[in-house]
């Protein structure tokens, strides 16, 4: 009987016909009893549903920057302030006056100290705040018949969801004319290419060279993370471009530490209208619905490429000098010098030199290896002489007298056993020999030497104690010594390369491919300077096989001629290998497998390394530009790259990988939208033109 209810329920049609009255009546008491039950349910849900609310969605997230709605004085306002209550009818200033931003939604104005840049710059720097839907603006006073322009970068953003709004500028006049001209265009870094961040850029109408030192610039932008900047708001005329990492915010360049950029030409800024094409797509099917035309004006020059660079000219001063251990003496200075100092032994007539002299490449960080007799005095006097400049750069010679003391253990008797441990383990001359040590590794590169070094200078190297061997086989087999034999020159080459490193010997020798190599140095072989012989050596390496490298040959037009290098890169953008142009072509043999990129130098002076640039002396830094693709090379492979300096338009030339300065990424506003209005023209760069081209200022 349940089935026959179960099925009767679920097929009422069915059940119809040749049913008894006593199956009807269960059928209907069963309905009622499931009508009843499915409102008991009813309720239950809705009491559920009541006792756990929720809050609503919300909509989907806001991704809009703020939207300027109102403005007092309107943007482009005209004849904006009032006259100041003074009684000196010299100060023609007007009061101040503040300017308030509303928008669609509450705003932020975040650093605004770094980002936001008002022209023309005064003395007092205006005061920029938010407050509800508000951004405020105060100046304290006013210039007549001045064009001002506030530039906000992104420095805008809304108050919920941080969503920027990017590249937004306000302006307005104090006189009866509003200057609406501009100039724009990149920073890079002279030889990486990386776009500078944050840099200001400026113009100054007075053309002389002395105006970028002595003057502030008449109006400025700042750069934004791709390096672009827009100068708004000038009057038709004559100006020369700059760019300033203004450390000390003076808008000069009164430091030569500051990296800066100057155009080579000078500019006048221009505009004129043009009708652009855009495409309407349809947003339901995403395909073109229709093109439609739309008159904008477009403001020139728009492709200005500044080079920003470092001049390395620094204040030249000594930073410090001590007494390392009882053998040596250290000298540190701030910078590169560019002649040694001297030095002379005040209490020590019989000495012309302290000792033997080490040296960094920037000379910079000196070390004097203490003849013998000095090394058991505790003090010496010594008279240094050296070139040092004050704050404008002149240099002059001096003499200072110094102390080097040897430093004694002190404090208790534990820490005066660790001390006495430290000093006698720095403490070269304690060593009973003195050790080589082979600073190349087993895996020898077939076009490089052999470097080994002592713990100390040496003297008296007894040449035909230094053996090179080969293996044949298994069997070993000497090649000779680096002294000449039966009247021939040495079969290897065994010297100090470097005058300013007397610790480090080179071994030259034309090395066989996957050949395995020693070299052997007897004990005995030499005496350091304190007369301590030098330790025996023997350094088992074997030269990488041909199989083992590749090579590249860049075929190189473009250049004109000029003498140029190219520097092969790594995947950090560090340089590998550099080789000189010859006949328009730079070839790197013996390389290892992997990604490499490359730089070309244009190399004016021809003297073979990278020279910055200095504003002193009007010289701009050395052209460089990137092969704009990466160069995968494998194992066995000759590769030839074709490389027409010029194709790529050069703020597109450095490859994305190797590039450090990336564009900031907000992940909160994926829109990323810019507030430039309909009228205006935002391309900041005319691919079409290449201003390093030398043509091109040829044009201009």
Request: hydrophobic content about 35%; charged content about 25%.
């Amino acid at each position: 009987m349940g089935d026959f209810v179960y099925f009767c329920v679920m097929n009422k049609e069915k059940c119809n016909v040749g049913r008894s009255s006593t199956a009807t009546e269960m059928l209907k008491k069963i309905s009622i009893v499931h009508i009843e039950i499915l409102g008991v349910i009813a309720a239950v849900l809705l009491a559920t549903a009541c006792a756990n609310m929720g809050h609503p969605s919300g909509g989907p997230r806001d991704e809009d920057p703020p939207r300027l709605v109102s403005a007092s004085p309107a943007p482009g306002a005209i004849n904006v302030g009032k006259p100041r209550n003074t009684k000196n009818p010299a100060d023609s200033m007007l009061a101040g006056q503040r300017i308030t931003l509303t928008f669609n939604e509450l705003v932020n104005v975040k650093d605004a100290f770094t980002k936001v840049v008002v022209s023309p710059a005064s003395k007092s720097v205006p005061k920029v705040s938010s407050g509800g839907r508000n951004v405020y603006v105060d100046f304290d006073s006013l210039a007549p018949n001045t064009t001002y322009t506030i530039d906000f970068a992104d420095a805008i953003e809304d108050n919920n969801e941080g969503n920027k709004l990017s590249g937004y500028a306000y302006s307005f006049s104090t006189g009866p004319v509003l200057d609406t001209l501009r100039i724009s265009g990149r920073v890079l870094s002279a030889r990486a290419l990386e776009p500078q961040k944050g840099i200001l850029v400026g113009v100054h109408s007075n053309l002389s060279d002395t105006a970028f030192s002595t003057t502030r610039l008449l109006r400025v932008a700042r750069t934004d993370d791709r390096g672009r900047f827009t100068i708004r708001g000038l009057a038709a005329g004559e100006y020369r471009v700059f760019a300033l990492e203004d450390k000390d915010n003076d808008q000069t360049y009164s430091s030569p530490e500051e990296n800066m950029a100057w155009y080579d030409v000078t500019v006048s800024p221009s505009s004129r209208p043009v009708v652009e094409l855009d495409s309407v797509y349809n947003p339901l099917t995403g395909e073109l619905d229709t093109v439609v035309t739309r008159n904008r004006t477009q403001f020139l020059p728009n492709d200005i490429v500044l080079r920003s660079f470092n001049s390395e000219l620094r204040q030249q001063y000594m930073t410090k000098y001590e007494r390392t251990d009882s053998t040596r003496i250290f000298l540190k200075f701030n910078t590169r010098l560019n002649s040694l100092p001297t030095l002379r032994l005040l209490d020590n007539d019989g000495y012309r030199t302290p000792g033997v002299l080490e040296a960094s490449e920037r000379l910079d960080s000196l070390v004097w290896w203490l003849a013998p007799g000095l090394v058991s005095q505790d003090t010496l006097r010594v008279a240094v002489t050296y070139p040092r400049s004050d704050m404008s750069l002149r240099e002059e010679v001096v003499t200072d007298t110094l102390s080097f003391i040897t430093a004694r253990p002190r404090g208790n008797k534990k820490q005066k056993k660790e001390e006495k441990t430290r000093m006698s383990a720095a403490d070269s001359i304690a060593a009973v020999t003195t050790a080589w040590k082979a600073v190349s590794g087993r895996d020898q590169d077939v076009y490089l030497p052999v470097v080994v070094e002592t713990a100390l200078p040496i003297t008296g190297l007894d040449l035909s104690k230094v053996r090179l061997r080969e293996k044949v086989d298994t069997v070993w087999r000497t090649i000779g010594t680096a002294l000449p034999e039966d009247g021939e020159a040495p079969r290897f080459s065994f010297a100090v390369k470097d005058s300013l490193k007397p610790r480090e010997r080179v071994l030259e020798y034309p090395w066989e491919f996957g050949k395995t190599y020693a070299l052997e140095i007897d004990s005995l072989a030499a005496t350091d300077i304190y007369g301590k012989p030098t330790w025996k050596l023997l350094h088992e390496f074997t030269v990488r096989k041909s199989d083992d490298y590749c090579s590249v040959n860049f075929e190189i037009s473009g250049t004109g001629g000029v003498p140029a290098f190219v520097e092969l890169l790594n995947g950090s953008d560090a340089v590998v290998r550099t080789a000189q142009v010859k006949d328009g072509e730079a070839y790197f043999p013996f390389l290892m497998p992997g990604k490499y990129y490359a730089r070309i130098i244009l190399d004016e002076n021809g003297n073979g390394v990278y020279d910055t640039g200095d504003y002193r002396e009007g010289r701009q830094p050395e052209l460089a530009y990137y092969y704009p693709r990466m160069i995968n090379i494998k194992k066995m492979w000759d590769q030839q790259v074709k490389w027409n300096v010029f194709e790529t338009p050069v703020d597109m030339m450095k490859p994305e990988a190797v590039l450090k300065n990336k564009p900031t990424v907000d992940s909160r506003n994926r829109k990323q939208q810019t507030a430039t209005p309909d009228d205006e023209d935002d391309e900041t760069f005319d691919p079409n033109r290449n201003p390093f081209d030398p043509n091109y200022r040829r044009r201009n």
